[in-house]
């Protein structure tokens, strides 16, 4: 009969008052909770067929979901290690098993076996880099390592890459006799200077590097090992070949490099006990100017101590030595799906792949559909402390308001028990 019914609705209406109730404070016990999205309830109506003699009431049906698609706003710190993410994209950690989590709580700390671990006790996710690549997946999470920065003190980092302009006299006489790739001691050249590299144990080694003239708008480029080198100041023969050799043709009309000719806009130098360094020289010229070498550089770091650690802008974390060099260790990517308002909330502030997300999918901060990775930031919780307060007075008065429709079912099937009295 409609009595029931309508106290059978009324418990409805409270269980759903209950639930939104329950989400306000969920809300409210997290509203300074760093990366926290709030949670709300929605309401719909569960409708009985009805005849044409009596309404037969029905029921509220609930639904809670997530603003997980919601962009808080950002708390600045002082702490290198805190990250944020303005756009779309969450980190990836993971919490010791095969799982992995995707999650905008980005107050990362180094703990005491070097592994980077937010206030959840959840491990950063990222990608090693290993001789300056990366294996990514854009699908996966294959090849992704838990962050760990503990390792690197005293770690050496052998040169590979770097750049050597020069800026070549063009009216130097072009040299007719033995030029330095003869190595003998009768070797001429036209100019001299030397550059550093780093070995695979951390020893710096000096190259001496020659250029000579041998014909208009050409020059021979040769390096040596200068642990080789005969004496001081008459350093031919050297006791070993040379280690890189490169030829630059120059444009006659503009002094720079003829892309249209032969020449060399790289040199591969084989650092004794170290790796093929590749210098780039794309930037040298040929002018009316004297011999000067323009701001060369060099990578690779000996021994030495992390002082700190840092993050760039494209998910480069970057391992900062004591004698001031600058190594990328990870890159850091992010993670989204199709729908993450449909992601299942985890314990700790973290969600999960469900049916309804979609797949994961996987980039770099500042690519394509992802976000900027801000470093020193934390995203604040996306709880308005008003709303939920306003929220809740709503839900008490419709939860009373039931309470009041089910005590008066309540009077009324009384009255009917006494009628048989």
Request: aromatic letters at 8%; zero cysteines; proline letters at 5%.
């Amino acid at each position: 009969m409609s009595i029931s019914g309508m106290m059978r609705t009324s418990a409805s209406g409270m269980a759903a008052q209950s639930s939104r109730l329950g989400t306000v404070s969920d809300n409210i016990a997290n509203a300074s909770t760093h990366g926290y999205k709030r949670s709300f309830t929605e309401f719909s109506t569960v409708v009985l067929e009805t005849g044409s003699g009596a309404y037969v009431p029905g029921s509220v049906d609930v639904t809670v979901r997530y603003g997980i698609s919601q962009q808080g706003g950002f708390d600045y710190t002082t702490s290198a290690t805190d990250l944020a993410v303005a756009g779309n994209g969450f980190f990836l950690v993971g919490d010791g098993s095969d799982a992995t989590y995707l999650t905008r709580a980005g107050s990362f700390v180094k703990d005491d076996e070097g592994y980077m671990v937010n206030a959840a006790g959840f491990k950063l996710m990222g990608y090693p880099i290993v001789n300056g690549t990366v294996a990514a997946s854009s699908n996966g999470t294959t090849g992704l390592e838990q962050v760990n920065v503990g390792t690197l003190a005293l770690e050496a980092t052998p040169s590979r890459v770097g750049t050597f302009h020069a800026n070549l006299p063009v009216s130097a006489d072009a040299e007719t006799g033995l030029t330095a790739i003869d190595n003998d001691p009768a070797s001429v050249y036209s100019a001299k200077t030397s550059i550093t590299a780093v070995d695979n144990v951390g020893r710096e080694v000096r190259l001496d590097v020659y250029y000579t003239k041998t014909a208009d708008n050409v020059w021979q480029m040769v390096v040596y090992d200068n642990a080789d080198a005969a004496a001081p100041t008459a350093p031919f023969p050297y006791g070993s070949p040379a280690v890189g050799t490169a030829t630059l043709t120059f444009d006659p009309a503009t002094g720079r490099l003829d892309e249209a000719l032969p020449s060399d806009m790289s040199i591969d130098i084989a650092v004794p006990n170290g790796q093929t360094l590749t210098l780039d020289v794309s930037q040298s010229s040929e002018l009316a100017n004297p011999f000067q070498v323009l701001a060369p550089t060099v990578d690779g770091n000996k021994p030495s101590a992390v002082e700190n650690i840092e993050f760039n802008k494209d998910g480069t974390l970057y391992a900062v030595f004591g004698n001031g060099a600058r190594v990328g260790i990870f890159k850091i990517p992010l993670a989204t799906v199709p729908s993450p308002d449909n992601l299942t909330p985890q314990a700790g502030n973290v969600y999960s792949i469900s049916a309804d997300s979609g797949n994961l999918q996987l980039g770099f901060p500042g690519e394509a559909q992802f976000g900027e990775l801000r470093s020193s930031q934390l995203e604040k919780s996306t709880v308005d402390t008003a709303t939920e307060l306003t929220t809740m007075i709503e839900s008490q008065f419709a939860f009373t308001a039931n309470s009041k429709v089910f005590q008066t079912g309540g009077e009324l099937m009384e009255v009917l028990v006494n009628l048989k009295r």
